[in-house]
């Protein structure tokens, strides 16, 4: 089984939130999970429900703030296997091309 999640922690401060973020992606690191951070959250792979949550709980009390919000949605596909990389490949063979509009910077 592959669980797809995507994770939002955040502290709700006034300046920037970014180190305070990089505190919870870094304790995904203590976790056997895959994941890719993007500008609005972190997509998550894991082999369980078990290990996805174990690591939500890590990033979100990594977060040193006094009031923290997270989000997370979960994709449990429990009859067949799918990574997020396949996800995103399916919508681009849809699409026929790639599922992204590349910068470049005009």
Do not use: C, W
């Amino acid at each position: 089984m592959t669980v797809i999640a995507f994770l939002s922690v955040a502290p709700v401060i006034e300046d920037s939130m970014s180190g305070e973020v990089a505190k919870a992606v870094d304790a995904l690191e203590g976790f056997d999970v895959s994941y890719e951070t993007t500008p609005m959250g972190t997509t998550i792979e894991a082999a369980s429900t078990d290990e996805l949550f174990a690591a939500v709980q890590a990033a979100h009390d990594a977060v040193d703030a006094d009031r923290v919000s997270t989000l997370l949605k979960v994709d449990d596909k429990r009859t067949s296997e799918q990574t997020a990389a396949e996800k995103v490949a399916a919508v681009e063979d849809h699409l026929g091309r790639p599922a992204a509009n590349a910068d470049d910077g005009a």
